[in-house]
């Protein structure tokens, strides 16, 4: 059973970098699975941000593909999310997850909050 | 960018009553569509996949139905865990993969 755990500060200043971890355990970072970011503002519904799989392929959010970069750590099991340029509009729960590579999502982090504010 | 609509916003059942969630995309997603479960400081959690297809551990009472953009997710009798948020999402069209905005089942 595939575990993931988010890592990170939760609180940013605005124009910083909102940089998470996330710690796969129970599995390998380089299974058939999409290693994603989603994010969630509260009361609203998740939002896709970006995945990348463990041969280097990524896919970005169109609406935040400027500010946005995924990376893969095979040597520590871990996937990154970098997001620049934050501004309180970024505030959220970020979870990472396990895409299966029909679609849906297999497995979620129990979620970060990170809070933009100065 | 499919945008996913779901209906109602809220919906109030008693327990032991049946439960009908609706959502519909913006443009054909074939079956490429989950439900999701969330419960009040938790992810969410894969309930329906493939339109119709239960996950591990999803009991027997939810079902989900539809395809192409009209897709439905039944309880059949409400239980006591059942009160959560439901979301759909598409996979079917990247980028993005995307989200409805929630059906609070209360």
């Known amino acids: 059973q595939v575990q993931l755990k988010e890592s990170g500060p939760g609180l940013v200043k605005p124009s910083g970098t909102l940089s998470l971890t996330c710690t796969v355990s129970?599995?390998?970072?380089?299974?058939?699975?999409?290693w994603s970011w989603v994010r969630q503002a509260p009361g609203k519904g998740p939002e896709w941000i970006a995945e990348?799989?463990?041969?280097?392929?990524?896919h970005y959010s169109p609406s935040l593909k400027s500010r946005v970069s995924i990376s893969v750590d095979k040597s520590k099991n871990q996937f990154s999310l970098n997001l620049s340029a934050v501004t309180a509009a970024d505030t959220a729960f970020y979870y990472c997850?396990?895409?299966?590579?029909?679609?849906?999502?297999?497995?979620w982090g129990q979620g970060k909050l990170v809070i933009v504010s100065s | 960018e499919v945008v996913m609509t779901q209906s109602p916003a809220n919906l109030s059942v008693s327990p032991g009553e049946r439960a009908t969630l609706s959502c519909r995309a913006s443009?054909?997603?074939?079956?490429?569509f989950a439900w999701y479960q969330q419960r009040p400081g938790q992810p969410p959690r894969l309930l329906i996949y493939?339109?119709?297809t239960r996950a591990t551990d999803t009991p027997a009472r939810f079902s989900g139905s539809g395809s192409g953009t009209d897709f439905t997710l039944t309880i059949s009798s409400l239980q006591s865990e059942d009160f959560a948020v439901y979301y759909c999402?598409?996979?079917?069209?990247?980028?993005?993969?995307?989200f409805g905005q929630g059906t609070k089942v209360e």
């Open positions: 997850a396990a895409r299966s590579v029909t679609g849906f999502v297999a497995y």
């Open positions: 129970g599995g390998s970072i380089s299974s058939s699975l999409w």
């Open positions: 990348t799989y463990h041969s280097g392929t990524t």
């Open positions: 443009q054909s997603v074939s079956s490429n």
């Open positions: 493939g339109a119709s």
């Open positions: 999402q598409q996979y079917h069209t990247w980028p993005p993969w995307t």
